[in-house]
């Protein structure tokens, strides 16, 4: 048998590869294991040199590992596209968010507003300052501690709104997903893997990299929650 893959991604990739390495697996008889955990731990551990094979975190952070010599130069291959959307608690009362104006209301009635310290959690930053409400809803701001779904805070109804990827919120139970953000506000992150300098296999792992970017993993990602990058 193969020597077995090894590597990290954030958690809103966590179903997409689980069902994607089952199929490469199948295809290949390669053995792969890859560890989910919050974005930020993750980027962490594969910067301080920990042993992986490969990496899938948000498109802008493999970047940054590859400047810093953690990832292979020119071994990045985008994966997904995934959008936020947004969650209430099971049964609560759903506020409009069809339109950029609405999204804005129904953020400024919330008593309490969650996301995470992923990139959708950094970009709903900036839309909040760009609407000019960042210092109105300041107090009222929930950030999951990273690899915490901010979908379980809705559900205990920490918070009444919750804000992250699709991907993260559409298996959590308890949660009713109301909707994505609206297009004109919609935060869009590209996911991507890289092959870790680490890696003793760098052949292997590319060649998995390969199946992930490929075509024929279209329809896992539309059934998770994304788009093909």
Not at 175 to 200: H, L
Request: aromatic share 4%; net charge negative; glycine share 10%.
């Amino acid at each position: 048998m193969s020597e077995q893959l090894t590597g990290i991604s954030s958690m809103a990739t966590r179903q997409l590869l689980a069902e994607l390495i089952q199929d490469y697996e199948r295809l290949s008889g390669q053995p792969v294991v890859a560890e989910s955990v919050g974005g930020v731990d993750a980027a962490r551990r594969v910067e301080s040199g920990e042993e992986f094979d490969f990496v899938v975190l948000a498109a802008n952070v493999i970047d940054r590992l590859e400047a810093a010599g953690r990832v292979v130069s020119g071994s990045r291959v985008d994966v997904a596209r995934s959008g936020v959307a947004i969650a209430v608690a099971a049964g609560a009362s759903r506020p409009d968010v069809g339109t950029e104006a609405a999204l804005r209301d129904a953020v400024l009635a919330a008593h309490r507003v969650g996301y995470s310290t992923g990139p959708s959690g950094l970009h709903l930053t900036r839309l909040f300052e760009r609407w000019g409400i960042a210092d109105v809803v300041a107090p009222r701001v929930v950030q999951a501690p990273p690899g915490v779904p901010v979908g379980a805070l809705v559900a205990r109804r920490d918070v009444e709104l919750g804000f992250q990827q699709l991907s993260e919120l559409m298996h959590l139970p308890g949660i009713d997903v109301i909707g994505p953000m609206p297009a004109e506000a919609q935060i869009v992150t590209v996911f991507s893997a890289g092959i870790c300098t680490a890696s003793g296999k760098k052949d292997v792992a590319k060649a998995l990299l390969s199946f992930l970017a490929s075509s024929r993993c279209d329809k896992a990602k539309l059934s998770q929650g994304m788009e093909p990058a």
